[in-house]
């Protein structure tokens, strides 16, 4: 197959996506694929570029505001780039802004170029913390009670009280997330969401055990559990500095809260109708009950990754992931054509 890697973008996790596209893009290389690196922001990669990229590794924190700006004063159309018109697939290692939110994925389902993950709605769906959590409601999947800002300090202690988890609504990795315990800190943590996106929601805080399970081919893979060392909180530092938390798969889970938690992901999975693969991230509180917290329709593919992990506790290699993701992508899109 030729096979297009794209990554990078212009969200504040860029660095990620970059990781995950480079481990996606040597495993690829390796089993013998020919490969481009495409970073959506400055086109398929030159040689000296892509020596660069796969170097490249997360640093603690996200990037700056300004270092973003910086790459969107001269991005590169996608499909302008050279050598990508005769790609089998294009494999999305993409991380939020337009590469997740289904802004590229609307584009690539008027071309008809074959694309891994979710199409457009769906991940319009996934991406949208607020619009997530009503479709979980309407399919009687728990899920932490929530507000959308503006709203009072009143409001927020009538119907959440405290500890509240306050977050951009279409971000990822914990990016401008807080845990606020202290009622005359919830505005500078509503300050420091709106940094990053232009929507905030505000949560009722749940204690308790960290669960994910990964989705693939409408089948829920195996429970893992993610333990912070730092924080309450599985956050940006926890997952991407070395030794920043523990993660168990599978999780020390009875059967029953096993099925429990694989039966709800699959759900939460099929009510956004997201398609191919995702990972469903969990809490369990001090009683056993299971709260669905959001989806990934994207989920991380470095070499630490949770979804991978799933799957290869599932006894899934990371190569045979990569190729599948791959063929579900080229099969879904040849049945639609159909």
């Known amino acids: 197959m030729k096979i297009a890697i794209v990554f990078g973008g212009k969200s504040a996790e860029r660095e990620v996506s970059i990781a995950s596209g480079v481990q996606v893009f040597k495993t690829l290389k390796e089993l013998g694929h020919e490969v481009l690196a495409v970073d959506t922001a400055k086109g398929v990669l030159s040689s000296s570029d892509e020596k660069r990229f796969l170097s490249a590794h997360v640093q603690v924190i996200p990037p700056s505001s300004n270092a973003l700006a910086l790459i969107q004063s001269g991005p590169t159309e996608l499909l302008s780039s050279p050598g990508i018109a005769d790609v089998d697939v294009f494999f999305l290692a993409l991380h939020g802004g337009a590469g997740e939110d289904g802004t590229l994925q609307s584009y690539l389902d008027v071309t008809g170029i074959p694309y891994t993950g979710s199409s457009h ?18 399919a009687n999947i728990p899920t932490p009670e929530w507000l959308m800002t503006p709203c009072t300090l009143a ?5 959440l009280g405290f500890p509240v988890v306050v977050k951009p609504n279409k971000q990822g990795s914990t990016i401008g997330l807080t845990i606020v315990t202290d009622p005359k800190k ?20 749940i204690p308790g055990r960290e669960l994910t399970v990964g989705i693939l081919e409408d ?45 709800l992901g699959l759900k939460a999975h099929r009510a956004l109708k997201l398609q ?53 992508a080229i099969n879904r899109n040849k049945a639609k054509r159909r």
């Not at 470095?302 to 579900?328: D, M, R, Y």
């Open 121 to 138: 709605m769906p991940s319009v769906y996934a991406m949208d913390k607020d619009v997530a959590k009503r479709i979980f409601c309407t």
């Open 155 to 159: 409001q927020v202690k009538k119907r």
């Open 186 to 205: 919830l505005y500078s943590a509503i300050d420091e969401a709106y940094q990053y996106d232009d929507e905030v929601m505000i949560e009722k805080f």
């Open 219 to 263: 089948r829920a893979l195996t429970v893992g559990e993610i333990i912070p060392h730092e924080s309450e909180v599985f956050d940006y530092g926890s997952k991407y500095q070395e030794g920043g938390a523990t993660e168990i798969f599978p999780a020390k889970l009875s059967p029953v809260q096993t099925r429990t938690v694989q039966n």
């Open 276 to 328: 191919d693969y995702s990972r469903i991230d969990f809490r369990m509180d001090s009683q056993g009950g299971i709260w669905c917290l959001e989806a990934n329709s994207l989920p991380g593919l470095t070499s630490n990754s949770l979804f991978p992990q799933s799957a290869a506790a599932s006894g899934i290699s990371f190569p045979e992931l990569c190729e599948k993701i791959c063929w579900l």
